[in-house]
Nanobody
Framework: QVQLVESGGGLVPTGGSLRLSCTAS????????KGWFRQAPGKEREFVAA????????MYADSVKGRFTISRENNKNIHYLQLNNLNPNDSAVYYC?????????????WGQGTQVTVSS
């Protein structure tokens, strides 16, 4: 079992930045690929970014490429999502995720979510 806890959400103006963190615990949590998804009201949950176990491989949704960066610190069991140049379309609940495989399709483990709201 892997437990995931997000932090770092909040309210920011258009053009602002946030950094989300996700702390993992549980057996072999550092051997999992990690990722981020988001869900806006009335919409399905969508993929945002993923990073391989080593951190050498990353992938992003087209809508966030060049603005968001995923990273991880395996010695701390944390992975991050840096969100830059935010716009109101980025407002959503952001969920961190973990899965044994990379890239991940349907993650095995989820965090509880953290709200990101971008004001216009």
């Amino acid at each position: 079992q892997v437990q995931l806890v997000e932090s770092g959400g909040g309210l920011v103006p258009t053009g602002g930045s946030l950094r989300l963190s996700c702390t993992a615990s549980g057996r072999a949590s550092n051997s999992y690929a990690k990722g981020w998804f988001r869900q806006a009201p009335g919409k399905e949950r969508e993929f945002v970014a993923a990073i391989s176990t080593s951190g050498l491989n990353t992938m992003y949704a087209d809508s966030v490429k060049g603005r968001f960066t995923i990273s991880r610190e395996n010695n701390k069991n944390i992975h991050y999502l840096q969100l830059n140049n935010l716009n109101p379309n980025d407002s959503a609940v952001y969920y961190c995720a973990a899965d044994p495989t990379y890239p991940m399709s349907t993650p095995s483990y989820w965090g509880q979510g953290t709200q990101v709201t971008v004001s216009s």
